[in-house]
């Protein structure tokens, strides 16, 4: 175990882990192959470059699910850190994540564009699996040491940890946004989750409009008080008890290693390569989302096909690459998506699509970082047209790959990443079809001198802004204020 050489000594006297780090998914994917035999694979995502450099020095653990139904697997070591495998059975999988988390909190939380399920069954059911994600984190921390949870599925976990172990620092962060008061107010369980969450000692979120909306959810739904980022919650006697922070940490992406990417021979070469097999357009757009209603995907492509019914452009001048990598695929609102997306894609390339020329090249599938960074090379406009987003790391993605200074980035107003990077990209409300249409065929006849004065200023904010430095940042905040003045 890595947490033995540091020897740390746990509440119940045992070795335990300086820093805990528990979210829904495990940063590995697991298969069964043939013989039953369970294998596994790092799979790299954002959250795991943050927290690798943290993890290793702190001698850290990590909880959380293996993303397939009854695997039950021993905590085993990768990397430098502890993985803990938390086991959900098919029905929970159900309930817990494709219910409450995706198809309750999911679209509640990005401002109902899709309706919210309220169903009390699914809401037990991620109370009890928060409660063993609880337990499981509670068993790996040493004694005093920092828990950090992550993300809208595991809200209810801080209060529960805190029951379990007073001793802990604990932190939660909120990837995706926080809504209004007078829409989080819908959900029957508003309470219960505004008291899970104060079980942190610091509540961190993507913008400060998101701490704003939850200081407002404090006042509104309970009997706690706030002043400034700082909420002194009420036990059941009245009296003043512990203090909470809530505050904005925007997350970033490991820039360097994008930047590097960009530049390596072979993506470069395969960045040529993308543009030769689309049949050399002059301007190539690109859209990289999850199938995700909230990513406007619907809005941007019926915008691209009115330009081409207007012949502001044309398929042999001009082309889109569509990546919709395939998300949640057993929630009903994410099946209607794919089909009205793929009958508009059908639609417009039936159109207007001539032989060697399509309108539009939609991959539904996922690809690595090489290919990602190569597609990000390749395009002269990028299209995030989010109808709600935390952040949208996508846009990160493409400027720290833009070493160049090549490239126009057209970025929706309602997204984290537009809070701070604007002016840089070219802003745009996806409800307004028009305006949109305006924008896209402003980005495609931008004038280099404009590109590169753009490009320069959007990667001046995001290089300078890498999530080790987020994640220091978070961290640097839960464990500054010594733990006995987190009580008034
Ligand atoms: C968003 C959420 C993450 C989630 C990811 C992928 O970025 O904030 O918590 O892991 O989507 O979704 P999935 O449901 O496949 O984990």
Excluded: C
Excluded at 464 to 483: I, M, Y
């Amino acid at each position: 175990m890595a947490g033995q050489d540091s020897a740390s000594t746990g509440a119940d006297g045992s070795e335990g882990y300086d820093l805990v780090v528990v979210a829904n998914r495990l940063p590995v994917d697991f298969s069964v192959g043939d013989d039953g035999e369970v294998d596994w694979q790092r799979s790299p995502g954002g959250l795991v470059t943050a927290l690798e450099p943290v993890m290793r020095e702190a001698d850290g653990a990590w909880v959380g699910w293996s993303g397939a139904p009854d695997l039950a697997h021993e905590p085993f070591e990768a990397d430098g850190m502890l993985l803990v495998p938390v086991t959900l059975s098919a029905g929970e999988i159900e309930r817990y994540y494709e219910g409450f988390s995706n198809d309750t909190l999911w679209p509640l939380y990005h401002d109902v564009i899709a309706p919210p399920t309220y169903h009390r069954q699914w809401f037990d059911a991620y109370r009890k699996v928060n409660q063993r994600f609880a337990e499981a984190a509670a068993a790996q921390a040493a004694h005093g040491g920092v828990v950090w949870v992550h993300d809208y599925q595991l809200q209810l976990v801080p209060k529960m940890l805190r029951e379990l172990r007073p001793d802990l620092r604990i932190g939660f962060f909120d990837h995706i946004p926080f809504p209004a008061v007078e829409l989080f107010q819908q959900l029957p369980w508003r309470k219960q989750i505004i008291e899970g969450l104060l079980g942190a000692d610091l509540v961190g979120f993507q913008r400060g409009g998101d701490a704003s909306n939850f200081l407002r959810s404090v006042r509104r739904l309970t009997g706690h008080t706030t002043r400034g980022s700082i909420v002194t919650t009420l036990d059941e006697h009245g009296r003043p008890g512990r203090r909470v922070r809530a505050a904005a940490f925007p997350i970033s992406i490991d820039t360097n290693y994008f930047d590097q990417l960009a530049r390596s021979p072979e993506v470069q070469a395969r960045a040529k390569e993308i543009r030769t097999d689309l049949g050399d357009p002059d301007v190539m757009m690109l859209g990289v989302d999850r199938l995700d209603y909230t990513k406007g995907i619907r809005h941007r492509i019926k915008a691209y096909g009115e330009i081409l019914q207007d012949g502001r452009i044309d398929v042999e001048h001009t082309t889109l690459v569509q990546v919709a990598s395939p998300s949640r695929e057993n929630v009903g609102a994410y099946q209607e998506l794919r089909d009205d997306v793929e009958v508009l894609v059908g639609r417009i390339n039936g159109e207007f699509g001539e032989l060697g020329h399509s309108a539009i090249h939609y991959l539904h599938h996922s690809y690595p970082p090489e290919e990602m960074a190569a597609l990000y090379l390749a395009a002269d406009v990028m299209l995030v047209t989010s109808l709600r987003d935390g952040m949208n790391l996508v846009a990160k993605e493409y400027i720290a790959a833009r070493h160049d200074l090549g490239g126009v980035l057209v970025l929706s107003e309602f997204t984290g990443a537009a809070d701070e990077l604007a002016p840089g990209p070219l802003l745009v409300n996806p409800h307004d079809i028009d305006g949109m249409k305006d924008i896209i065929v402003a980005a495609a006849h931008m004038e280099e001198r404009e590109k590169r004065r753009r490009m320069r200023n959007l990667r001046r904010k995001v290089m300078a802004d890498d999530v080790a430095k987020w994640s220091k940042a978070f961290l640097g905040v839960l464990t500054a204020v010594p733990s006995r003045s987190s009580h008034v």
